[in-house]
């Protein structure tokens, strides 16, 4: 079992950068898949990014492939994202996920930190 926490999100303007964070707990963090997601008001979760075990395989959605980095230190048990340019209809709340397979599935994750919120003002 893992414990995910998020950090990071905030107010930002268009254009800007904010990274977000997620540390879990436990000792077999290195086991897991990582993923963000993100949901908007009134839309239903989508997903950002994955990122497997040992860093090397790694998925974006097509709308943030060319702006996003999502990265893993396995020592810290985290995971980054870093979001650059980022644009009014990316508000939403960012949650990290933790799954034992690989996936950009929403369904097959079944770990979920509580999310933060980022704002991006335009």
């Known amino acids: 079992q893992v414990q995910l926490v998020e950090s990071g999100g905030g107010l930002v303007q268009t254009g800007g950068s904010l990274r977000l964070s997620c540390v879990a707990s436990g000792r077999t963090f290195s086991t897991y898949t990582i993923a963000w997601f993100r949901q908007a008001l009134g839309k239903e979760r989508e997903f950002v990014a994955a990122i497997g075990r040992s860093g090397l395989t790694i998925n974006y959605a097509p709308s943030v492939k060319a702006r996003f980095t999502i990265s893993r230190d396995n020592a810290k048990n985290t995971v980054y994202l870093q979001m650059n340019s980022l644009e009014p209809e990316e508000t939403a709340v960012y949650y990290c996920?933790?799954?034992?397979?690989?996936?950009?599935?929403?369904?097959?994750?079944?770990?979920w930190g509580q999310g933060t919120q980022v704002t991006v003002s335009s």
């Open positions: 996920a933790a799954s034992q397979t690989w996936a950009t599935l929403r369904t097959v994750y079944n770990y």
